[in-house]
Structure formats: C-alpha cells, structure tokens
C-alpha cells in the first residue's frame, strides 16, 4: 500500500488531533496514513463512574474520522481502548464503528493484535469478510515472543487472509529520549527477523520518546527532548535490510492515554514544537491561575528562534505568527494541540520527502 517514503502517526483520536488533520495541506495528508486511537470513555472523577455510556462515546467517532481524513484516504483505526464494552449489551464496538464508517463511506482499516480478546478477533474477522480491506496487525514488544513463534501466521489463517492483506506495525511504544543506539540496535535485530518479510502489505517502524508530562521543564524556558525514535529510523534506514521500514510515531503526545483529574492538575501553558532531531518545549506557569494571554509571549519567543520554520510552512505555523502578532486569539489547550499536531505532521512529512527514495 505504502512504502519508507510514506508515514504512519499514531494519533489519540479527539479534537486537537481531528482538526490538526482537516488543517493539513492536500499534499501533505498524501504522504501519511493515520492510525487512530479511539480513547477510553473519559472518567468523571466526582462520581467515580464513567463520564458517558459506551454508546455516547462512540456516536460521533465515526463523522469525526471522516471530517478529519476524508472520505477518499484509508486510515487505520484502533479500539484498544474500549475493546471490552459492548454497544447496547449486545453489539461490539468494533462492529459499532466500523458500521458507521461503512454507512458514511470511510476506507477504514481495523487493527488489531495479537493479544487481543477473542471477541475482538471475531468482530475482525466480520469486518474483513464485508470490507475486504484486510488488516493492520500492530505488534507491540509484549507480543515480540508469540510474533516471531508463528502467531501472525495463526492469526491470518484465523482470518483466511494472507501477510499480503495485512499492513504490519512494529511498534516499541515509548522509549527514552537517550536511548537511541540501543533501541537502534533492537530494532534493528527485530527488523531482520521477521520472517517472510517482504510478503506484508506494508512495514512499518513505531516509537516514542515523548515524555508523560512536563514536570522536569523548568517555567519560562526552551528546553528541547530528542526524538529519538527519528533517529532510530534513521539508523534502520541507513542500514542494509531486505525491506526498509515506514516511520511511525506518536507525534506530540505519550503513547498511553492519560486520564488525570481535572481538579488537581495543574496545567502550564506551553508549546510543543518539532524540530530536525528534537522537539522544543516552551513552558511558562499555570495556566489555570494565569490565563492563556501568556501564549502570546511564547509564541513571540518561539518566532524569534532559529528553528521557527516561518508562518507559510503549516496551519499551526502560521497560527504562531498570527497569535505573537495579537490577530488571532490564544485559544485553548485543544487549540495549541491542533497547533504543535499540525506543524509536527506537516515536518515529519517534508522530512522524509527530502529524503528522497534512496
């Protein structure tokens, strides 16, 4: 479907996300194929009970995956998160959107694993028996072993498909932001095992060095964390290998969703900006107490960096300029998630064009 000149971001799927990808330029969301994340049903922490029925949360998931990808592009979607509900006591959630995909014609592409719950694999195999789509089988290091034992052999046969429906994730999660040479060398050992290797769809290399939270970012500074799964792949890229892996990452966020009482936390203002090799932090106090004006004066900071790639590069770019300058206001935690998703899939998208072929 796809091959390294492509890329593969692994995206939670709420609103920051959703309209970070309707804001992306045609040629851009081109040269990516999102795997989206349906989130967990949020916790209302007073009650102590979830925030809405498993119905509610799945509802609107559909039209927003078609308003943010189109109806033309195929995607991956992943019900993780929610693979243990049941829509109205009887339907699985999987069948649930995927139905509504269906109906609102979306070239969806379920993913699955390998340690998924039977149900689960069950709804899989209805879903590619009536969409004839295939598959996106992600392989996360706690299904390394039953991998490379034959479990991807037993679970395409399960499906009475072969690797060639099957687009292959290999993905390490998060990993530290100075573990780049040995994490290269894993992968590397990962990637010239796998067996039958140029029979799969696609291949892709995911990982994550972004940080859980921004507690060790001292306020009012520009720190910066390197990306080290880029350069991962680009260590597995310069490599002689029998298929040379798509990239993946998660963006700007941590791979595990997180669920932190609204009460208690203390949210920065802040700025998640990608560059060459790391990501720029720019942090300044709470914003609970300050307000959001105080983006105005990061986003004057990060303007006058070196590595500000000007306000004709991306939607979130030109966002920046516009809120340094006082003409756009300094909207909300989901607008400056919108603002750092678009600029980071817009770079990494140019990075691997500049790349070329080789």
């Excluded at 492509?6 to 992306?24: D, M, N």
């Excluded at 995956?65 to 243990?84: C, P, S, Y």
């Excluded at 006082?326 to 400056?336: H, P, R, Y």
Aim: proline share 5%.
């Amino acid at each position: 479907m796809f091959d390294h000149t492509h890329y593969v971001p692994i995206l939670k799927g709420k609103e920051g996300e959703f309209s970070a990808l309707r804001a992306l330029k045609p040629e851009t969301k081109g040269s990516l194929t999102p795997l989206i994340e349906v989130p967990p049903i949020p916790w209302d922490f007073e009650s102590e009970k979830p925030a809405k029925s498993i119905d509610a949360h799945l509802e609107p998931i559909a039209a927003k995956l078609i308003g943010a990808v189109g109806e033309e592009k195929r995607f991956f979607v992943d019900l993780l998160w929610v693979q243990d509900s049941q829509v109205d006591g009887a339907i699985h959630p999987l069948d649930f959107v995927l139905g509504k995909l269906r109906q609102q014609n979306g070239k969806a592409i379920p993913v699955t694993g390998l340690d998924r719950e039977e149900g689960y694999q069950e709804a899989i195999r209805r879903i590619v028996h009536k969409d004839g789509r295939g598959i996106c089988l992600r392989v996360q290091s706690n299904s390394f072993e039953e991998f490379f034992d034959g479990g991807a052999d037993d679970l395409l046969e399960s499906l009475d498909i072969t690797a060639a429906d099957a687009d292959l994730i290999i993905d390490l999660k998060a990993i530290g932001p100075d573990q780049s040479e040995p994490i290269a060398i894993a992968a590397l050992s990962v990637v010239r095992s796998i067996p039958n290797i140029n029979e799969w769809r696609s291949l892709t290399f995911a990982a994550s060095a972004f940080p859980q939270n921004f507690i060790d970012i001292t306020a009012r500074t520009i720190e910066t964390i390197t990306r080290a799964e880029w350069l991962v792949w680009g260590s597995l890229r310069g490599r002689r290998l029998p298929r040379r892996p798509t990239f993946g990452d998660y963006a700007i966020a941590h791979p595990e969703p997180s669920e932190v009482d609204p009460r208690i936390i203390q949210m920065s203002a802040n700025i998640r900006y990608t560059i060459e090799r790391e990501w720029m932090i720019i942090k300044t106090r709470g914003a609970r107490q300050t307000g959001f004006e105080q983006f105005r004066d990061l986003c004057r900071a990060l303007i006058n960096t070196d590595e500000y790639a000007g306000a004709d590069f991306s939607w979130g770019d030109n966002y920046i300029n516009s809120c340094a300058a006082g003409s756009v206001d300094t909207g909300n935690a989901t607008t400056w998630r919108r603002v750092g998703m678009n600029h980071h899939l817009t770079l990494v998208v140019d990075q691997i064009s500049n790349l070329g072929a080789s």
